[in-house]
């Protein structure tokens, strides 16, 4: 089980993503996991093919606990070796082909009788008014338990042609045949298309129950004690400085209007994204800030800036958009988008809530002129920005109204220190002036 946040000590599985069999890619989502936060989906962090589960669902499993076992790629069988297979063609002189050593050689669909069946499931499929071939299409070794009951299975005249295994598995799962599409020869329904209305239908999800208030007060209520331990143990283990300043965003502003007024609607950048961009920046720029505390400073080798979101149901999460200091400020705009709407649905993954070397929160939406945050551990620095508001301001010894907000800095005084923080601060206000090169 992964530690989806530095206060998480335990999680419920919820449902298993795959299959045993499976092969897997770095970032595939092999599972479902609940937290204090939500419903989180997992991520596997190396490729490989699941051997087995662990872990059955609905378990609750405490952080560190192995939940399936995923074997080696690089371990996995190669192919049977080939070998040449002489095949006689009318008028022809023998052609080779290849096919696996201690392979049966299967022959063409031509060759292969269209049905085969025993004369007692002939006669059953007589009685009910069942062509098999119809109904069938080219399987063989038909049992009676392929055929369905009186008054119920595929007639000549009406049943879609369907593989036994297609049947089966539709009646085990109460499909009607009817309305599957199929993809087989002359459109016959097999296996994989009764399996795919059954994706379809796991994928349309009933209307959720009604939750009781009892229900919503404790879920928030354990929200808010993940987010007070969190924040408690931040408080207790890092020796917390702060600083803050006052950046004016005259020329930010200016230049992300132009930007706007020649794009859609659906296109336009907000001012949140010039300064999640110079932050992330600033981040790269001095890598002492990018850092993760565990038993000593790591630097991280990329940014994964995380951003503060409020709930609606309450509480905060801060999932990370992973390398943000590459993104140019539209695709920024567009993760950034993608993210908030995710967490507020229930809809993260866990390498963004685990990812994260350091955060942003903005309270300038609620009308706060600055913020003074506490740092999520194991992090070891946090970003604030207020509104943006018009103040006094000098420009070239002229008293001037300006766009102006106030960004603060709280940081981790065993890794940095004021000075090294004043330069940080000073390298977003320097970047803010030059919008274009964001």
């Not at 059955?56 to 606990?65: A, C, D, L, S």
Request: aromatic residues 4%; glycine residues 8%.
């Amino acid at each position: 089980m992964p530690q989806l946040g530095s206060d998480m000590q335990a999680g419920v599985l919820v449902a298993w993503s795959r299959k045993p069999g499976d092969v897997l890619q770095r970032g595939d989502v092999i599972a479902e996991v609940e937290t204090d936060k939500g419903v989180i989906e997992v991520e596997v962090f190396a490729p490989g093919v699941i051997e087995r589960f662990l872990v059955e669902p609905g378990t609750t499993v405490t952080v560190g606990t192995p939940l399936a076992v995923l074997a080696d790629l690089s371990q996995q069988p190669s192919p049977p070796p080939m070998a040449a297979v002489a095949v006689q063609q009318p008028g022809n002189a023998p052609v080779e082909v290849s096919a696996p050593l201690e392979q049966p050689v299967i022959a063409s669909r031509a060759t292969q009788p269209a049905i085969a069946a025993p004369p007692s499931v002939r006669r059953r499929a007589h009685e009910l008014g069942i062509d098999l071939s119809l109904a069938f299409g080219q399987t063989h070794r038909l049992r009676l338990e392929d055929l369905p009951p009186s008054g119920v299975g595929p007639t000549a005249a009406h049943a879609p042609r369907s593989s036994p295994a297609a049947r089966k598995l539709a009646r085990e799962l109460q499909l009607d045949l009817q309305r599957i599409t199929g993809t087989g020869p002359d459109g016959a329904v097999v296996l994989a298309d009764v399996q795919r209305a059954q994706a379809a239908q796991r994928a349309t999800p009933p209307p959720p129950a009604a939750k009781s208030q009892d229900d919503a007060a404790s879920s928030q209520t354990g929200l808010r004690r993940a987010i007070a331990q969190a924040m408690a143990r931040s408080k207790r283990e890092i020796p917390h400085y702060y600083l803050s300043t006052s950046i004016d965003l005259a020329a930010a502003l200016a230049w992300l209007k132009g930007y706007n007024d020649t794009h859609s609607v659906t296109e336009r950048i907000l001012p949140g994204a010039l300064l999640l961009k110079a932050s992330a920046l600033a981040a790269r720029q001095y890598p002492q800030f990018n850092c993760l505390w565990q038993d000593g400073p790591h630097s991280a080798p990329d940014v994964h800036l995380g951003v503060a979101i409020a709930l609606r149901g309450g509480g905060l999460v801060a999932p990370a958009i992973h390398r943000a200091d590459t993104l140019a400020l539209p695709e920024l705009m567009q993760k950034l988008q993608d993210l908030v709407t995710r967490a507020r649905a229930g809809g993260l993954r866990s390498s963004e809530l685990s990812d994260g070397t350091i955060s942003v929160t903005s309270l300038g939406e609620r009308g706060v002129e600055s913020v003074l945050p506490i740092i999520y551990a194991p992090q070891t620095a946090i970003i604030g920005f207020g509104r943006i508001a018009e103040r006094p301001w000098v420009v070239a010894s002229q008293l001037a109204v300006r766009p102006v907000v106030t960004a603060s800095l709280a940081a981790d005084h065993r890794v940095t220190d004021g000075h090294l923080g004043a330069r940080f601060l000073s390298a977003i206000d320097e970047l803010l002036q030059h919008p274009e090169s964001l």
